[in-house]
């Protein structure tokens, strides 16, 4: 039978690669919001902080990260981690081995990484979901192609309806909070954090959880920050399931291309057909979303309404046109600008780490204190020299290493 090891660095497809490094850029220019503003200014339910209020020119990045970027990369990476488990299950049913014993410790390995990174890093680690979910998508694999198709057929009907309840209760939620303006005295000792969050009620958009949250991002002490990240990390897993169902079918859709060879390394005209026909289509939705916000105004129900289903119907789309257009072209990009891509997309986890790490540095107080700090322009900006960097990086460390640390780590813990 066949050997079970690591795809050898020379077989690894370019197109799945730069899909994969383009798609780390669309997901720290989304994460930026959550890496530099506390959670009310993200959701945009609290006040801003005092001499901190977005111009138009904020807006219109806001805006155009929404309409290009936001939900599309994450489920970029989500359908490459969906055709990734597929590939590596095949593997295993070529070599005469079961998927299970070598998936499970491939996604218990991500679990634990995940924990961590969540806990204490950055607050908006999906790692954690994707081992989750990947368990039933290692269930699914096993289906025959009809019930494949009747199943994932079936997860969009499930994401489009929790798209339209969840409509429904943000558009009569958001702006609706009230704040009277004031503060709660908070005494001064290490666990200040946990009575500021209590005081408010763990509303995150009251003014007392914002400053406190502020001050402990900015100024510490660790465990300060810890707990407002231990907790902001809590109140995100609440909300796993509803985003989960988007991830599930986006990796269901990566089983689904492995079997169909929609990313094999060959031109395809098919490939280039479905992309022109997924981004022609995605795009109206995505400009949907945002411009009622212009027009009716941001806290209009209608136009948080909208914008909700409109968002969820271009990540329905635009990914798979995204990741389309990635293989198919990415390789022919010059090599200036494809080697650098390629290698981040090849160490993608160490990637995605690194991006947590050196933008919780330059907004924490361990590192340059700019939380709550800057403007959408401002750490937009910042961000995408972050993710050119860490290419460069990339493309340094593979030429030497080959491999990235944590998929070293992660391939030692699935192969031996």
Same mark, same amino acid.
Request: charged residues 15%; glycine residues 10%.
């Given at each position: 039978?066949?050997?079970?090891?690591?795809?050898?660095?020379?077989?690894?497809?370019?197109?799945?690669?730069?899909?994969?490094?383009?798609?780390?850029?669309?997901?720290?220019?989304?994460?930026?919001?959550?890496?530099?503003?506390?959670?009310?200014?993200?959701?945009?339910?609290?006040?801003?902080?005092?001499?901190?209020?977005?111009?138009?020119?904020?807006?219109?990045?806001?805006?155009?990260?929404?309409?290009?970027?936001?939900?599309?990369?994450?489920?970029?990476?989500?359908?490459?981690?969906?055709?990734?488990?597929?590939?590596?299950?095949?593997?295993?049913?070529?070599?005469?081995?079961?998927?299970?014993?070598?998936?499970?410790?491939?996604?218990?390995?991500?679990?634990?990484?995940?924990?961590?990174?969540?806990?204490?890093?950055? /607050?908006?680690?999906?790692?954690?979901? /994707?081992?989750?979910?990947?368990?039933?998508?290692?269930?699914?694999?096993?289906?025959?192609?009809?019930?494949?198709?009747?199943?994932?057929?079936?997860?969009?009907?499930?994401?489009?309806?929790?798209?339209?309840?969840?409509?429904?209760?943000?558009?009569?939620?958001?702006?609706?909070?009230?704040?009277?303006?004031?503060?709660?005295?908070?005494?001064?000792?290490?666990?200040?954090?946990?009575?500021?969050?209590?005081?408010?009620?763990?509303?995150?958009?009251? %003014?007392?959880?914002?400053?406190?949250?502020?001050?402990?991002?900015?100024?510490?002490?660790?465990?300060?920050?810890?707990?407002?990240?231990?907790?902001?990390?809590?109140?995100?897993?609440?909300?796993?399931?509803? /985003?989960?169902?988007?991830?599930?079918?986006?990796?269901?859709?990566?089983?689904?291309?492995?079997?169909?060879?929609?990313?094999?390394?060959?031109?395809?005209?098919?490939?280039?057909?479905?992309?022109? %026909?997924?981004?022609?289509?995605?795009?109206?939705?995505?400009?949907?979303?945002?411009?009622?916000?212009?027009?009716?105004?941001?806290?209009?129900?209608?136009?948080?309404?909208?914008?909700?289903?409109?968002?969820?119907?271009?990540?329905?789309?635009?990914?798979?046109?995204?990741?389309?257009?990635?293989?198919?072209?990415?390789?022919?990009?010059?090599?200036?600008?494809?080697?650098?891509?390629?290698?981040?997309?090849?160490?993608?986890?160490?990637? /995605?780490?690194?991006?947590?790490?050196?933008?919780?540095?330059?907004?924490?107080?361990?590192?340059?204190?700019?939380?709550?700090?800057?403007?959408?322009?401002?750490?937009?900006?910042?961000?995408?020299?972050?993710?050119?960097?860490?290419?460069?990086?990339?493309?340094?460390?593979?030429?030497?290493?080959?491999?990235?640390?944590?998929?070293?780590?992660?391939?030692?813990?699935?192969?031996?």
């Amino acid at each position: 039978m066949p050997s079970l090891i690591p795809v050898p660095r020379a077989e690894r497809s370019a197109g799945i690669d730069i899909a994969r490094g383009l798609a780390l850029l669309g997901i720290i220019v989304v994460n930026a919001r959550s890496f530099f503003l506390p959670l009310a200014w993200e959701a945009e339910i609290g006040p801003l902080h005092e001499g901190l209020q977005r111009s138009s020119l904020d807006w219109a990045v806001y805006d155009a990260v929404d309409v290009l970027a936001n939900y599309k990369f994450i489920s970029v990476f989500s359908l490459l981690f969906g055709f990734g488990l597929a590939q590596q299950a095949a593997r295993c049913a070529a070599a005469g081995r079961s998927r299970w014993r070598m998936g499970l410790r491939r996604l218990g390995l991500l679990l634990a990484i995940g924990l961590l990174h969540g806990l204490l890093v950055w /607050y908006g680690d999906i790692l954690t979901i /994707y081992a989750i979910i990947g368990t039933v998508v290692l269930a699914c694999i096993g289906l025959d192609d009809r019930w494949l198709h009747r199943v994932t057929m079936g997860v969009v009907a499930l994401v489009l309806l929790v798209t339209v309840a969840s409509a429904g209760i943000q558009s009569g939620f958001f702006g609706a909070a009230a704040d009277d303006g004031s503060v709660a005295v908070v005494a001064e000792h290490p666990l200040r954090g946990i009575d500021a969050m209590t005081a408010a009620g763990f509303d995150i958009s009251s %003014r007392t959880w914002i400053e406190a949250e502020v001050s402990a991002f900015r100024q510490g002490p660790w465990l300060d920050a810890t707990a407002f990240r231990a907790v902001s990390y809590a109140l995100g897993m609440l909300f796993a399931p509803i /985003y989960g169902c988007q991830v599930l079918l986006m990796m269901l859709v990566g089983v689904w291309a492995q079997r169909t060879r929609l990313f094999a390394p060959e031109s395809s005209s098919r490939r280039r057909l479905l992309s022109v %026909r997924l981004i022609a289509a995605g795009l109206p939705f995505a400009a949907a979303a945002v411009l009622p916000g212009w027009f009716l105004g941001r806290e209009s129900s209608a136009a948080i309404a909208i914008y909700t289903l409109s968002l969820q119907m271009s990540a329905l789309l635009l990914p798979v046109g995204y990741a389309c257009l990635a293989v198919e072209f990415g390789p022919r990009l010059p090599t200036l600008l494809r080697a650098p891509i390629q290698a981040a997309g090849s160490i993608g986890l160490t990637v /995605y780490l690194c991006e947590s790490l050196v933008c919780t540095g330059i907004a924490s107080w361990w590192g340059l204190a700019r939380f709550g700090t800057m403007t959408d322009v401002e750490f937009t900006a910042i961000v995408i020299g972050v993710w050119a960097g860490l290419m460069v990086a990339a493309l340094a460390w593979t030429r030497v290493f080959g491999s990235g640390p944590m998929e070293r780590l992660w391939r030692w813990g699935t192969y031996g």
